[in-house]
Nanobody, 127 residues
Framework: VQLQASGGGLVQAGTSLRLSCAASLRPGSTDTYSMGWFRQAPGKEREFVAAIDWNSSVTDYGTSVKGRFTISRDNARNMLYLEMSMVKPEDTAVYLC???????????????????WGQGTLVTVSS
């Protein structure tokens, strides 16, 4: 699985932004994947943002973004999205998308729960 995140940029606090992640699957693959978003700010550890299962029936959010961010996916287009609203300067980070065949993230949503990673897209929120 190859993942490509996009949509980052410079935005003002209180506004909205949508990140996208395009997934390239092996031709003919019937595997199903959970997908997630993480972020990493300079000098800080990678932080869980949100995750979603294949059927979009289960989602989870990090405490700092719950109620402001929404994760969604479009399996027909192999796309993952993160709708960010009411952004804050502390949301500034490189945002990375990830995928995994398992549902381990439901038990513990950390980096170890995801095997495949894309490069990040930088989000900068000005005050």
């Amino acid at each position: 699985v190859q993942l490509q995140a996009s949509g980052g940029g410079l935005v003002q606090a209180g506004t909205s932004l949508r990140l996208s992640c395009a997934a390239s699957l092996r031709p003919g693959s019937t595997d199903t994947y959970s997908m997630g978003w993480f972020r990493q700010a300079p000098g800080k550890e990678r932080e869980f943002v949100a995750a979603i299962d294949w059927n979009s029936s289960v989602t989870d959010y990090g405490t700092s973004v719950k109620g402001r961010f929404t994760i969604s996916r479009d399996n027909a287009r192999n796309m993952l999205y993160l709708e960010m609203s009411m952004v804050k300067p502390e949301d500034t980070a490189v945002y990375l998308c990830a995928a995994d065949r398992s549902l381990r993230w439901i038990v513990e949503a950390d980096s170890d729960a995801f095997k495949y990673w894309g490069q990040g897209t930088l989000v900068t929120v000005s005050s």
